[in-house]
């Protein structure tokens, strides 16, 4: 999937930037704008062939101010209900994604806009980031997974604060508490997010794409991870990454995982 006129795909030095294109309304995500993210997340990913990919929001103001309001008033439940399933898909598919995904902060990401940060591997915010889940000002509960993915990030005592008082957290707090994984000046989150993709490309891939699963797995009721951990340690050290990445070590040299 190329462009659409909501959501800008570009390519730079092997790492997607997907960028939400709705400024005028800070990118507040329509459902028009869920179904592209699905899109790309669910099937185009995969012909991409990059190290990672970068999600940010266009203008300086926001990430995004949450799920469309003015559209979501006009949803029937049953509408509003296929809406919160296709979100969850999407949210699931990100998690799951073999390759990192980093959401770049610039400004608000509220509501549903926080949540699509939340299902980001990591996070990289401006200092002008303000983080938060204003739901109970309308009446409802995040739809699209904070109620069970901001538990797992900040615990608890943090989940409710966040969600009961709906207060914005600034960049500083967001930090200290694990929302944001860095904190850099105004205008530089997409180039930091690119370094740290850079950073884990050099990295084995299938390790990588493992560690994800793993991690993703720990939330999993279904399954023991520690028995999963076991059985991928011993799946990964019969793989061709890991004797480049020993020999590497051994030879003194730098692991080159790629062909
Ligand atoms: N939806 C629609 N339009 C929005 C918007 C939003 N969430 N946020 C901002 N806008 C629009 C504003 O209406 C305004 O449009 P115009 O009046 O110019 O046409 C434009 O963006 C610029 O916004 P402001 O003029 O308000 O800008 P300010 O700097 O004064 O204020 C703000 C910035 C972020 C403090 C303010 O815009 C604001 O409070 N925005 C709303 C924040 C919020 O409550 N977000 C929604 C949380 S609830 C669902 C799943 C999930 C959800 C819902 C359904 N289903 C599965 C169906 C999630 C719900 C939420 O996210």
Known sequence: MANTELLNVTVLDEVVVLTLNRPQALNALNKQLITDLHGFFTQALESYNCSGVILTGSGAKAFAAGADIKEFVTMTPEEMQALSALGHELMFAMENSPVPIVAAIEGYALGGGFEL???????????KAR???PEVNLGIIPGYGATQRLPQLVGRGRSLDIMLTARMIEATEALDWGLLNRVVAPGETVETAQKIIKEISSKGPTAVAKVIEMVADFYNKNSDGFEKEIETFGALSAHKEFKEGTQAFIANRKAQFKN
């Not at 940060?117 to 200092?127: D, K, M, P």
């Open 117 to 127: 940060a939340l299902a980001c591997h990591l996070r990289v915010g401006s200092s």
């Open 131 to 133: 983080l938060g889940n």
